[in-house]
């Protein structure tokens, strides 16, 4: 489902309202509300600019899975091997190795948190991986 970017910001504004008044009820300063809306309209365009630009995996699992690729693989190593296409075998072997067994344990089945734990990488940080690799996979499709 594609983001709506009107309805979120109405949703945002209708909460950021309800938050201000709670803080004006509780005798905060106008100043300090106002930095308040500053900050956080800056993190909901951050969250809102991230959103937009997300990519569902089927479209990708669904042209890995017509190369015929004869999974589960056993490491990265074979994961590449195992790829006759040479623009995205490039694409691929150029990636930090990390970020490939990140997408080995993705297409294992396993979730953020599941990776995460695996290697001490954060969520945020596993899911970075994710969104840049799915970015440079779009470009490539």
């Not at 009820?25 to 909901?44: K, M, N, P, S």
């Not at 080995?104 to 970075?128: H, P």
């Amino acid at each position: 489902m594609a983001y709506n970017k009107a309805k979120a910001e109405r949703e945002w504004l209708r909460w950021k309202e309800a938050e201000e008044k709670k803080l004006r009820e509780l005798g905060v300063d106008e100043e300090t509300i106002q930095r308040l809306h500053t900050y956080d309209w800056a993190q909901f365009n951050k969250e809102r600019q991230y959103l937009q630009r997300q990519v569902e995996w089927s479209p990708y699992i669904d042209w890995v899975s017509a190369q015929d690729l004869e999974l589960p693989v056993e490491d990265t190593e074979s994961l590449l091997d195992s790829i006759e296409d040479i623009e995205l075998f490039s694409l691929l072997h150029n990636v930090d190795k990390l970020t490939l067994e990140i997408l080995f344990m993705k297409m294992d089945g396993y979730g953020s948190k599941e990776i995460s734990e695996k290697t001490g990488l954060s969520v945020n940080a596993i899911d970075l991986r994710i969104f840049k690799l799915k970015k440079k996979l779009k470009k490539f499709l």
